[in-house]
């Protein structure tokens, strides 16, 4: 294989991988619906717990949506919680202030990821959602 070919595969194949790298972009009003998943905390041992969770997304408005988060118990869901959360739709991500610490949820496509960092800037719960189908 001469050298241009060689060169033109090596390129075709480093812009494949940067585009399977990029993250699925998902405006506002794509993130209304259910998302189910785990979180985890990260401060042992602590009063924390792990949990299977719920996240509830509804209500979008431009830069904001109510987030509804609820902890599955014997089954069942209980809430933990009912707030709006800015969405930052540059970068994907969700952001709720509370007087703990700053909870930070990345969006990609069918997933969501994150963290509850506290004031001190200690990781402690970190968060992974998929769609619920």
């Not at 109510?66 to 970068?91: E, M, P």
Request: glycine share 8%; hydrophobic share 40%.
């Amino acid at each position: 294989m001469d050298r241009c070919m060689l060169a033109a595969v090596l390129l075709i194949l480093i812009c494949e991988s940067g585009f399977a790298a990029e993250k699925k972009r998902v405006g506002i009003g794509g993130l209304v619906g259910e998302w189910s998943g785990t979180s985890v905390c990260q401060v042992k041992p602590s009063p924390c717990h792990d949990e299977e969770v719920v996240f509830r997304l509804s209500h979008p408005e431009k830069d904001k949506i109510r987030l509804q988060a609820d902890k599955i118990v014997d089954g069942k869901a209980v809430t933990t919680g009912v707030d709006d959360w800015f969405y930052d739709s540059a970068s994907q991500v969700l952001i709720w202030e509370i007087p703990r610490g700053t909870w930070k949820l990345t969006v990609d496509g069918d997933e969501i990821n994150g963290t509850l960092i506290t004031r001190d800037n200690v990781v402690f719960r970190k968060v992974h959602l998929h769609r619920s189908k």
